[in-house]
C-alpha cells in the first residue's frame, strides 16, 4: 500500500530527553513536512525539505530539529529545549513535478500524539 | 503575517440541509486553496482543492473562490452525519508549504 507511516502512534517523554519521532513515505514525493496541531488549532508548520540533504525551518522550529539523509524518510527530534511538547504531530508529503498546485498538494499520514511525562 | 481566516463554530445543521464553510485568506498572490476534512483524533485528508475563480464540483462538494474578495468556501449539499468533523482551509505557498486556518467543526443532525 503507498502512503506515509508514522510511528510511533503515541510517545511520551520525560524531562529533558530527546525524542525522534518517525515518518516514511513510499509515494516518491520530493518534498515533506512537519506540522504541529494543538487542540482547538489549526497546523502550523515545524520543517520542511524539498529535497534530499536539504531542509527549512518553518514558522515554529526552535526546540527541534530534523534530517533528511533518504528520499523517503525525515525524522523530527523534538528536543529538551522544547518545553511545551504536548501536541499532536503530522507528517505530510507532496508530488514532485514543476506545477506549484502539485507541490501543494499535501498528503498526511496518521499522527503522533506526544505527551510529557 | 500571511493568515487564513476561519469561522471555528461551531456550525450546525441539519440532515439534508446544505453546509457553508467559509474562509478568507491574506495574500493576494496566492494560486491555490485547499479543503481537508478532519475527523476527531485523526489526521487531515483532502477533500478538494481549487486554483481558479468560479466553482468546483466533486460530488456533494463544491468549493467556490473569489480572488477579488480573497475568500474560498466549501458548500456540502444533502449534508449527512457522517460529515461532521472539522474543516480545514488552507493556501499553498510558494515553497509548497500550506497555510492552515484554524478550522470549522461542523455538526450534522439527523
Known amino acids: 500500500d503507498g502512503g506515509i507511516t508514522q510511528s510511533p502512534k503515541y510517545l511520551f517523554r520525560k524531562e529533558g530527553q530527546n525524542v525522534t519521532l518517525s515518518c516514511e513515505q513510499n509515494l516518491n514525493h520530493d518534498a515533506m513536512y512537519w506540522y504541529r496541531q494543538d487542540p482547538g488549532q489549526g497546523l502550523r508548520l515545524i520543517y520542511y525539505?524539498?529535497?534530499?540533504?536539504?531542509?527549512q525551518k518553518g514558522d515554529i522550529a526552535e526546540g527541534y530539529s530534523v534530517s533528511r539523509e533518504k528520499k523517503e524518510s525525515f525524522p523530527l527530534t523534538v528536543t529538551s529545549a522544547q518545553k511545551n511538547p504536548t501536541a499532536f504531530y503530522l507528517c505530510?508529503?507532496?508530488?514532485?513535478?514543476?506545477?506549484?498546485?502539485?507541490?501543494?498538494?499535501?498528503?498526511f499520514g496518521a499522527g503522533t500524539r506526544l505527551s510529557v511525562l | 503575517q500571511k493568515e487564513v481566516e476561519q469561522n471555528s463554530g461551531p456550525l450546525s445543521v441539519p440532515e439534508g440541509a446544505i453546509a457553508s464553510l467559509n474562509c478568507t485568506y491574506s495574500d493576494r498572490g496566492s494560486q491555490s486553496f485547499f479543503w481537508y476534512r478532519q475527523y476527531s483524533g485523526k489526521s487531515p485528508e483532502l477533500i478538494m482543492f481549487i486554483y481558479s475563480n468560479g466553482d468546483k464540483e466533486d460530488g456533494r462538494f463544491t468549493a467556490q473562490l473569489n480572488k477579488a474578495s480573497q475568500y474560498v468556501s466549501l458548500l456540502i449539499r444533502d449534508s449527512q452525519p457522517s460529515d461532521s468533523a472539522t474543516y480545514l482551509c488552507a493556501w499553498g505557498g510558494s515553497q509548497g508549504n500550506l497555510i492552515f486556518g484554524k478550522g470549522t467543526k461542523l455538526s450534522v443532525k439527523p
Open positions: 525539505s524539498q529535497i534530499v540533504n536539504d531542509f
Open positions: 505530510a508529503s507532496s508530488g514532485s513535478g514543476d506545477s506549484r498546485l502539485a507541490k501543494n498538494i499535501q498528503y
